[in-house]
């Protein structure tokens, strides 16, 4: 299931929400939120549920038998490691590592595409993440296996992130604040992402599709708005997930942390990423780069470091080499941040340079196949099939130019504005703006067919 | 309303609040209790309402609630026909597709769901590149069939739609593949087997002593517009043109288009008819699927239902015979789409027998009708939007 559907919103929502609230104990709660949990993942995949109920399973005991164990603690932590990154590179990257073999070798090895289990790199990094911090001895084991499972499997956050931390919510599974005024709060929270989802991300991928097939009759002017679209569409979708998933863990009592800020405000790549999916990154630098070493070594290592992290990032963002090579794309731009630049660009300029980097690689990761990242990205530079411009590019500017420009507005920081005002001051705004966005979205849902789920890759 | 740690247990923080007189609660206490209530009422209303099995305004059959078994979960079909099932039969499903085209439009968006919304509110089906290999296809086999049966005259009245005729009303810079392209390209093709019916240049004369040769709401020609193309065709297909009087039957007509697209602002459409001025000519419809016969080619009732094109023959059928007192020997086989409705009319005073094929809904081979007779004249009538992407036609022509 997910969050845009008028079944959720209609159904899952106000009953999972009416149920939650009803019983008493917490021990309770947390059972229907579990339940109701299972159920939203049963429903986008019936089958996998019992891959993740597996997982659960296996990592709960691995948690159990390192802490009962603490002589064997490092070989459960390696075993635990392994058969994690097994089940992930099984389902999401084995079709990949074969026809890469394949090329490789020119050998002939029969190619089996698995349909990917929705979610699975969301949960597999939080359960390493539990398990390596539980190594570290940052914490004691979870010995209750239902919290243990609302951890890895709560619907909130499960098939689109954030990636939260175990430590960061270890207290909140037994004790946390449970109030009608965290509960308003959440919701508001979760309607404004919904309105970013529905009606700006959905109607600027609808460009994007549109731009991307294009044939021979894609222009340099409809490329550089199909990617200016899809620049918009992936903030605006990404971003009101987390908000989404956010307010729906504030209104049952969770604090999950941040996933973006204001990340086309950076005024380099390096701070680009430390605004864009922040839990993702910062699991990356906490349990890859730091442990390689970080910036704590020879430059030529450091520089390695950087290598590794940024190919396993892209990596983790689809199986293709398309995704390994804008991980990479972006470690060269890190670098040359680090050890060329060394400070932000004057002026404005390092505003443009960097949303350009970010922009030119959406270019490459929006087509998903090296083929047509590179077809769009060269359309960009002048070379396009169908020209420079022509009148098409001219009917989607007039035609999508409404959404691009208050898609524009809202990530300037008078967007970031608004959102705080809504969300704290203006309740009569806040609560006509509700209205209005549910009410618009859910005739957009009603009647749109088109509402892509962009991390079916991830 | 102040917030306690749960461990405290909900009870103790109610009896708490409660204890505390004159204690509000919260903005957003309120807010959040209230916005649940609002989609509890979605919830119900939902359930309450009756489903639609079919959808007036959109002309087609609405899901149903899906069953549950254990291969519809597992295979998660029943799951999607439940998110199908939501939203079309979600209430208030037609004045929320209006809603959102409409605030579309005010922020720029002249397409909906494949349709233009052009100046002075003329819609429009978007016409996409046609298919090659469709292309190829569907030409050969009215070659073939053409030349199959040479004792009969073939014709083809390819119409143009509106974006072919008055682009000018589609929206500045809208993207149309080329029609006309596609009309010279299909007569071409067919040209030698069977007689084209081009009747482009008498639209555009039409057009300039200002006949509405096209519904603005819907996607079919007008009764007017129907007119001038058979003057067009009774000069190839060598009849003489009869004598009509033309009277507007309604005037609050929404079409198709308007249906499909739910941009809804503008005035109605009107519908005309026209009647041949021979009063003692009768006329009898026998439709060959449901065995109805009747003396009138018009279904008056058809124009206060959803859809009042029916009022042209009740419908598409897949096959009708029309026979008439006419002052002719000859026969008329039509293969046709829906634009043949309002055109149909005009010829029934010129043939003894009218066979009307509708090869959307047929699925026999035409061939076979000749076994039990010949026709004189073969006329083929689609407009350019349909044959495109029919992939019927061929079919029934093998």
Redesign the interface.
């Known amino acids: 299931?997910v969050f845009s559907?008028?079944?959720f919103?209609?159904?899952f929502?106000?009953?999972s929400?009416?149920l939650y609230f009803v019983v008493?104990?917490?021990r309770v709660?947390n059972l229907v939120l579990l339940m109701f949990s299972l159920l939203f993942y049963a429903?986008?995949e019936?089958?996998y549920i019992f891959l993740m109920l597996f997982s659960i399973l296996v990592n709960y005991l691995l948690g159990r038998l390192m802490e009962d164990e603490p002589a064997k603690k490092k070989h459960t932590l390696v075993f635990a490691v392994f058969i994690n990154l097994l089940t992930l590179g099984f389902f999401k990257y084995y079709g990949f590592a074969v026809s890469g073999i394949n090329a490789l070798f020119r050998l002939q090895l029969p190619v089996r595409e698995l349909p990917l289990p929705i979610g699975i790199s969301f949960y597999t990094f939080q359960a390493l993440s539990y398990l390596i911090d539980l190594y570290r001895g940052k914490y004691r084991a979870q010995k209750n296996l239902l919290s243990f499972a609302l951890y890895i499997s709560m619907y909130f956050q499960l098939i689109a992130g954030p990636i939260v931390r175990y430590k960061e919510v270890e207290r909140q599974l037994?004790?946390?604040?449970?109030?009608?005024?965290?509960?308003?709060?959440?919701?508001?929270r979760f309607?404004l992402g919904l309105g970013k989802k529905v009606l700006i991300a959905n109607?600027l991928g609808a460009l994007f599709d549109r731009v991307s097939g294009m044939g021979g009759t894609l222009t340099t002017a409809s490329a550089w708005l199909g990617i200016a679209a899809y620049t918009l569409q992936i903030y605006f979708d990404f971003s009101a997930y987390s908000d989404m998933a956010i307010g729906l863990g504030k209104?049952c009592?969770f604090d999950f942390p941040e996933n973006f800020n204001q990340p086309y405000l950076s005024k380099s790549v390096t701070e680009f990423w430390r605004r864009w999916h922040i839990s993702l990154g910062s699991w990356f630098r906490e349990y890859v780069y730091i442990p390689l070493g970080g910036n704590r070594v020879k430059p030529w290592r450091h520089v390695l470091n950087i290598l590794i992290v940024w190919a396993l990032t892209g990596l983790w963002h689809g199986a293709d080499i398309s995704f390994v090579l804008w991980g990479l794309y972006y470690a060269l731009l890190l670098i040359f941040e680090k050890y060329v630049l060394k400070k932000p660009l004057p002026g404005p300029l390092k505003y443009i340079y960097t949303l350009l980097a970010v922009m030119l690689g959406w270019a490459l990761f929006s087509a998903g196949n090296l083929t047509e990242g590179l077809r769009m990205l060269s359309s960009m530079c002048g070379f396009a099939p169908g020209g420079l411009a022509d009148?098409?590019a001219?009917?989607l500017l007039?035609?999508?130019?409404?959404?691009l420009l208050a898609g524009t507005v809202l990530v300037l920081p008078l967007g970031m504005k608004l959102r705080d005002r809504l969300l704290s001051k203006s309740?009569f705004a806040?609560?006509a703006a509700?209205?209005v966005i549910?009410?618009?979205s859910?005739?957009?849902?009603?009647?749109?067919n088109y509402n892509p789920f962009l991390y079916f890759r991830f | 309303m102040s917030s306690k740690l749960v461990r405290k247990s909900v009870e103790s923080r109610k009896r708490k609040n409660l204890a505390r007189p004159g204690k509000k609660p919260g903005f957003h206490a309120v807010y959040g209790v209230l916005f649940l209530l609002v989609l509890f009422a979605v919830f119900f209303l939902h359930i309450g309402s009756p489903d639609r099995d079919y959808s007036v305004t959109e002309k087609r059959a609405l899901e149903a609630l899906p069953t549950l078994s254990f291969n519809s979960l597992r295979d998660g079909s029943f799951m999607e026909d439940a998110e199908e099932y939501s939203a079309e039969q979600f209430p208030g499903r037609d004045l929320l597709m209006r809603l959102r085209t409409g605030f579309s439009y005010v922020l720029g968006m002249r397409e909906s769901n494949g349709v233009y919304r052009g100046r002075s509110g003329q819609l429009a089906e978007r016409f996409d590149e046609p298919d090659p290999e469709l292309f190829e296809k569907t030409a050969a086999a009215v070659k073939n069939f053409a030349a199959r049966h040479p004792s009969s005259q073939t014709s083809f009245l390819l119409a143009p739609t509106v974006g072919a005729v008055a682009p000018e009303l589609l929206p500045k810079d809208a993207v149309n593949a080329d029609e006309n392209a596609y009309i010279d390209h299909f007569f071409d093709s067919i040209r030698g087997a069977a007689a084209p019916i081009d009747v482009r240049s008498a639209f555009l004369k039409a057009k300039a002593s200002g006949t509405a040769l096209y519904y603005r709401t819907d996607h079919h020609w007008t009764t007017d517009g129907a007119y001038a193309a058979y003057l067009e065709a009774s000069s190839v297909m060598n009849f003489p043109a009869r004598s009509f009087s033309r009277a507007v039957v309604s005037d609050d007509f929404r079409g198709s288009l308007a249906a499909k697209s739910g941009f809804y602002a503008g005035a109605a459409d009107s519908i005309a008819v026209y009647t041949d001025t021979d009063e003692s000519l009768k006329l009898l419809l026998k439709n060959e699927e449901t065995g109805e016969t009747r003396a009138s080619l018009y279904y008056g009732s058809a124009l206060d239902s959803a859809d009042p094109y029916e009022l042209f023959f009740g419908g598409n059928y897949p096959m009708l015979t029309i026979e008439s007192t006419a002052d002719s020997d000859r026969t008329l086989l039509v293969i046709k789409d829906s634009y043949a409705n309002s055109f149909l009319p005009f010829l029934a005073g010129s043939y003894r027998k009218i066979t009307v094929i509708d090869p959307r809904y047929y699925s026999r081979t035409v061939d076979n009708l000749f076994v039990l007779e010949n026709y004189d004249d073969i006329l083929f009538l689609y407009n350019a939007g349909t044959l495109a992407k029919d992939s019927s036609l061929y079919k029934v022509l093998e």
Do not use: D, H, Q
């Open positions: 299931m559907s008028l079944i919103l209609y159904a929502l106000p009953l929400m009416l008493p104990e917490i709660k429903w986008g019936p089958v037994t004790e946390r604040r449970l109030s009608a005024e965290n509960l308003g709060k959440g919701l508001a309607v109607v209104a009592g009148t098409e001219l009917y007039r035609s999508y130019g409404a959404w309740r806040l609560a509700s209205l549910l009410l618009l859910t005739a957009f849902l009603v009647t749109e």
